[in-house]
């Protein structure tokens, strides 16, 4: 049993280095990021325990556990984060990842689940269907209107940005500044996962960053395949670029903002490591000691949906129930705009 800890031990440290070195630079490693994070907390523990905490085992356990506690999707900031309502006055914002719109569903819930939700920001994204494995316009703006009278809308392919708010500007972020005047939606949906709305609020701007980043992995792919590889490397290249232009563009931006919506990234992932450095996350005001927002079968394990911050106070910060009607807890969130 030792000599077997013993092993584990080793070659879960050596994991948790390779991933130290790897996340967020080299492509192939997008796919050991999938895991979830809370196996940075529960191997090395589960180690620990199967070697007494003793000897060779528990020493190289203690060390993968120093090395990936960070890691573990753990979120200390709920034993000090606010409990009760927001001041008066707080801008409530709603984020959700819909999964196809309303394909599946029937659109009177869809529609009721937000507008119950009462916010004066919705950061829509998943704006589209999936017919015949191709992604296609939901074609509900209309309605999106009727439901959501006095909102200002605007959509760029599947990202959909509303605001009781005026709206003074709407800019492409990323490989999206590409993109001519007037393109397809095809062509938007292919380049546009990041959306920047400027909103007046009171006397302040405030950025909002709608995004989408593209998933790593699409689960019916063959691994055993050259073709997994070359598409794997191209997705990393993809999110790369999709990263690099939201940086790029908060840099250059003086206005507050909120970048909020689905990474496809847990907070383990390198390529989330600049925006945590230079932003704050809302999970500072979440009272969820293991946040998650995204279940792969029964399984909440992972959080991919995030919302980051400057220039802004958030007050309260929840993943809401989708009751049903997505994959994707849905982010709730009460802000203020700092003087």
């Not at 394909?103 to 869809?110: G, I, K, L, T």
């Not at 995204?294 to 993943?319: I, M, R």
């Amino acid at each position: 049993m030792r000599k077997a800890a013993g092993f584990a031990a080793a070659g879960w440290l050596g994991f948790v280095i390779l991933h130290h070195l790897l996340t967020g630079r080299f492509w192939v490693w997008l796919i050991p990021d999938m895991i979830p994070p809370a196996l940075y907390l529960a191997v090395p523990v589960t180690i620990l325990a199967a070697a007494r905490c003793r000897g060779r085992a528990a020493l190289l356990a203690a060390g993968s556990l120093l090395l990936g506690a960070a890691h573990a999707g753990l979120n200390p900031a709920a034993l000090t984060a606010p409990d009760g309502p927001p001041p008066p006055g707080a801008v409530r914002v709603f984020s959700w990842n819909t999964e196809y719109w309303h394909q599946d569903d029937d659109p009177r819930a869809f529609y009721r689940f937000l507008t119950d939700q009462h916010a004066d920001v919705y950061v829509l994204q998943e704006y589209l269907n999936w017919v015949g494995d191709q992604p296609r316009e939901a074609g509900d703006l209309a309605a999106l209107r009727r439901e959501f009278p006095g909102y200002h809308l605007a959509a760029e392919g599947e990202l959909v940005t509303l605001s009781r708010f005026p709206v003074t500007a709407v800019r492409r972020v990323g490989p999206a500044a590409d993109l001519g005047p007037r393109p397809s939606w095809r062509a938007a949906f292919d380049l546009a996962k990041i959306l920047r709305t400027d909103l007046r609020i009171g006397a302040s701007t405030l950025s909002v960053y709608n995004v989408h980043v593209p998933a790593q992995y699409v689960l019916n792919e063959n691994p055993f395949t050259a073709r997994f590889y070359t598409e794997l490397r191209g997705r990393g290249e993809r999110r790369a670029a999709q990263f690099g232009g939201l940086l790029a563009d908060l840099a250059a931006n003086p206005a507050a903002a909120l970048v909020s919506g689905d990474f496809n990234s847990t907070g383990a992932m390198g390529e989330l490591r600049p925006l945590f450095d230079r932003l704050t996350s809302a999970n500072t005001a979440n009272r969820a000691i293991y946040p998650t927002s995204w279940y792969a079968g029964v399984l909440p394990l992972w959080q991919l949906d995030w919302t980051f911050t400057t220039g802004v106070t958030v007050h309260t910060s929840e993943l809401a129930d989708p009751r049903g009607l997505s994959d994707h807890r849905a982010q709730s969130l009460a802000i203020t705009m700092r003087r």
